[in-house]
């Protein structure tokens, strides 16, 4: 029995990004329940009950952290029963693809006193105003962290033999892969190791290496582009792929890939990241050896960006355990209790 932690959405320059459908495919499932209800009506904490329970039965979890609170959880996957347990509420709204077959809605909504939320209606305009400005505030700040830390691999890249990609790949590929032949192309799977939250920078790369295999990436540039150069050779030797992305550059840059079949990994090591693996790949070695000018002031550039990022992340939480303690007295927990109960006893039958 393992528990496996991880990302499925990020706060990014672009807003919130997600890959919640990279959670459990509704068409493999064999159940996926889609969690509906406002801040404070006990989405997380169900989750958290199933986790528990299916920890005690012995199974295997992923578990999805929340990306704008790390300590609360956003989704929740049992491979061995192919079920899957996700908040569907914004930012990440979303609904079954087959409804009734694999996909199903519990809404802890149906268990809210409106009338109690009435009182306190502009209190939750107020807040929920303040939430999204102070998102607002750390989507800006990611978006400009995030091209100053682009600006600083261009130019280190501009220092280093752009030959470097081509002959580690090639190295790496015929010894991982070279007696590997499949007439199907791998499948891959988007999610996110790590995350600018509120606490700041968390990542959970020893809850995902711990059975594998780590080789570790090193340089101020280039990592990414092994890292995704190995990705597709995997891929197309049949091989599916856990590819995890960069939270400033979602939808691009893969820093870290796991190939569950032959359990082996590979890593970015950076400033952000130090998990160092079982083997150390040291891009510096085809550095010309010029300095690159500039280098350290924009690391602090791009460092107090995100620094004021996380303290808007941080006011966006404040603003949203307010809501939780207008929306929490309006519940009708016994209720739910025995809703949620009737919920875990059916997922575990």
Not at 100 to 108: C, K, P, S, V
Not at 200 to 224: Q, T
Not at 281 to 292: A, P, V
């Amino acid at each position: 029995m393992s528990v496996r932690h991880m990302f499925a959405g990020v706060n990014s320059p672009y807003g919130f990004y997600s890959n919640f459908n990279f959670i459990a495919d509704d068409a493999k499932c064999k159940r996926k329940v889609y969690l509906k209800g406002g801040p404070g009506t006990g989405k997380s904490t169900l989750i958290k009950k199933i986790l528990s329970e299916a920890e005690d039965d012995g199974y295997d979890c992923e578990l999805f952290h929340c990306s704008s609170d790390a300590q609360s959880a956003d989704g929740l996957y049992l491979p061995q029963l192919r079920t899957a347990v996700v908040d569907a509420t914004a930012p990440h709204s979303a609904d079954p693809t087959y409804p009734g077959f694999t996909g199903e809605i519990y809404n802890a909504g149906e268990y809210i006193n409106h009338d109690k939320l009435l009182e306190d209606g502009e209190k939750i305009l107020f807040y929920n105003d303040e939430k999204r400005a102070a998102f607002r505030r750390a989507y800006s700040f990611l978006s400009a962290a995030g091209a100053v830390l682009s600006n600083i691999c261009e130019n280190a890249g501009r220092r280093m033999d752009p030959r470097c990609i081509s002959i580690e790949s090639e190295r790496l590929v015929k010894k991982l892969f070279g007696n590997i032949d499949s007439a199907r192309e791998g499948n891959v799977r988007k999610l996110f190791l790590s995350a600018v939250c509120p606490d700041g920078f968390v990542n959970f790369a020893e809850s995902l290496f711990a059975s594998c295999n780590v080789v570790a990436i090193k340089g101020c540039w280039g990592p990414p582009l092994l890292v995704e150069r190995i990705m597709h050779a995997a891929l197309y030797k049949g091989l599916d792929v856990e590819a995890y992305y960069c939270p400033l550059n979602p939808s691009d840059r893969v820093e870290h890939i796991i190939i569950p079949e032959i359990k082996v990994a590979f890593t970015t090591y950076n400033y952000y990241h130090h998990y160092v693996g079982d083997e150390i790949i040291d891009l510096e070695y085809y550095h010309d050896g010029k300095t690159t000018e500039g280098l350290d002031e924009d690391c602090i550039m791009a460092e107090q960006l995100l620094e004021r990022a996380v303290v808007s992340l941080t006011a966006a939480k404040e603003a949203h355990r307010f809501l939780e303690r207008i929306y929490t007295p309006a519940m009708d927990f016994t209720a739910l209790e025995r809703s949620s109960r009737a919920l875990i006893k059916n997922i575990f039958e």
